[in-house]
């Protein structure tokens, strides 16, 4: 199970913290994952422009979730993902990641909604270099649509399609995230034949409970 920290300004994680990240996955050769939605809307450029940076500073490696997928041991590193369907924001924030030589991982929802020239903006960020991977179709709560509708149902209308929506554009799809990082047992073990990587998220605000296991 992979988890990732939130970016975006709502978590308000500080600068401090995100360097001390940084630097404890220098420090014991682990992969730091950080993710976020829409640049410059849900998270400021600066940030991610400090993570690129600290990343470029420390000597890390930037490691995408097929990079997580096809190796086992990745070392020290940083694993930055977006989350959902703002592509034309991400296809803006392409200097930033060009700049500082960065791979990062986009999660997509709704792809069904992305038109022509959102879904070309997604190959220019593919041929960048970096990794495309499912997020649902409708962004719906896994564990909830599971209990209303069954595990059947959800691997057929929601995880399954999101995969095979991708994948029909020439994507290979090696890893899945959830939706507001909710996940259960259950579903990791059903969701792994498919998809061997499963991200969800870690809070980093107090009184929540994270649903990523220990
Ligand atoms: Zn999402």
């Known amino acids: 199970m992979h988890c990732a920290i939130d970016l975006d300004t709502k978590a308000n994680i500080s600068t401090a913290s995100l360097d001390g990240a940084l630097d404890r996955a220098r420090d014991r ?118 209990e209303e509708h069954g595990l059947a149902a959800y691997l057929k209308d929601e995880y399954q399609p999101s995969i095979d929506a991708l994948e029909a554009e020439g994507y290979q799809v090696s890893a899945f995230a959830y939706p507001f990082g909710a996940r259960t047992d259950e579903l990791d073990a059903a969701l792994r034949v498919r998809t061997p990587i499963l991200r969800s998220v870690e809070f980093s605000y107090s009184g929540v409970v994270s649903p990523c296991p220990e």
């Open 29 to 146: 050769g682990q992969v730091v994952e950080l993710y976020a939605h829409n640049p410059q809307k849900t998270v400021k450029l600066s940030v991610i422009e400090h993570v690129l940076a600290g990343a470029q500073e420390r000597g890390l490696p930037f490691v995408t979730y097929t990079d997580f997928a096809h190796s086992g041991g990745l070392g020290a590193g940083v694993a930055l993902s977006f989350d959902d369907t703002s592509v034309r924001p991400w296809h803006d924030a392409r200097p930033l990641f060009q700049q500082y030589g960065a791979r990062v991982t986009f999660f997509i929802s709704r792809f069904y909604a992305i038109a022509d020239a959102e879904r070309a903006m997604v190959r220019d960020l593919a041929d960048d270099g970096h990794d495309i991977e499912a997020h649902t179709v409708n962004h719906v709560n896994s564990p909830q649509y599971v």
